[in-house]
């Protein structure tokens, strides 16, 4: 039996947040992969860092949740627990400038309805 999927939003490649479970382009998630042999998890801020990479919106609901449900551990094939002290320590020093950027971008093609 399948489960009903909410449909892929449109333009760019679909990563799925491991927090919520709820799918979104690439370019509004971020991507937090684990150093090699430190059981550690940094943000990569460029999404070019080797090997496997879980994916998380911006968002500390999010973030929490992923801890909740150990999904770090999973998304990551990790061993043993995963350290998260560098991944919070960014999302408190990063989440103001997240929300201000979000706010303040336009989609491609918007127009404001005018008047006659």
């Known amino acids: 039996m399948t489960t009903p999927t ?3 939003p449109a333009g760019g490649q ?3 947040c491991v927090g919520c ?3 979104a382009r690439r370019a ?4 937090v992969v684990l150093v090699p042999h430190a059981h550690r998890a940094v943000v990569d801020e460029r999404t070019d860092a080797p090997g496997r990479g879980a994916w998380l919106h911006a968002d ?3 973030l929490d949740l992923a801890e909740h449900r150990r999904a770090f551990t999973r998304a990551l094939r990790s061993a043993g627990p995963v350290d998260l002290t560098a991944v919070a320590e ?3 020093t990063a989440e103001p400038d997240l929300a201000r ?3 303040s971008t336009k989609k491609a093609g918007w ?3 005018g008047t006659r």
């Open 6 to 8: 909410s449909p892929a």
């Open 14 to 16: 679909v990563r799925t």
């Open 21 to 23: 479970r709820a799918k």
């Open 28 to 31: 509004a998630l971020v991507r």
């Open 60 to 62: 500390r609901a999010c």
């Open 90 to 92: 960014w999302f408190s």
């Open 101 to 103: 950027h979000e706010s």
């Open 111 to 113: 127009k404001p309805m």
